[in-house]
């Protein structure tokens, strides 16, 4: 069983910057692929960003892509969100997610098997 703990949300203003992490309870990084996913209220949960470890691949969502950027720090097991140029289109609550690992870096919900509760982003204009 992986658990999966997310921080660094909050209010920001447009164009702010927010990290958030997501530490995971063992060695799950190295192992699985990691990813975020962000839902705003009334919306499908959507995939944000993944990244499978063993190959350094990363994968974005178009609406961030250049803004966004996913790493992880595999000694301390921690996934990372490095957020730029925040618009209030991207406020929403960010999970993250682990999943078994595949040829494809997944960007459905059903590719993940676990996932953490969440930590809410607000962006202000």
């Known amino acids: 069983q992986v658990q999966l703990t997310e921080s660094g949300g909050g209010l920001v203003q447009a164009g702010s910057s927010l990290r958030l992490s997501c530490a995971a309870s063992?060695?799950?990084?190295?192992?699985?692929?990691m990813a975020w996913f962000r839902q705003a209220p009334g919306k499908e949960r959507e995939f944000v960003a993944a990244?499978?470890?063993?190959?350094?691949?990363?994968y974005y969502a178009d609406s961030v892509k250049g803004r966004f950027t996913i790493s992880g720090d595999n000694a301390r097991d921690t996934l990372y969100l490095q957020m730029t140029s925040l618009t209030p289109e991207d406020t929403a609550s960010y999970y993250c997610?682990?999943?078994?690992?595949?040829?494809?870096?997944?960007?459905?919900?059903?590719?993940?098997?676990?996932w953490g509760q969440g930590t809410q982003v607000t962006v202000s204009p």
């Open positions: 997610a682990a999943g078994l690992p595949t040829s494809l870096l997944g960007t459905t919900p059903s590719s993940y098997h676990y």
């Open positions: 063992r060695r799950t990084l190295s192992d699985y692929h």
């Open positions: 990244i499978a470890w063993s190959t350094a691949n990363t």
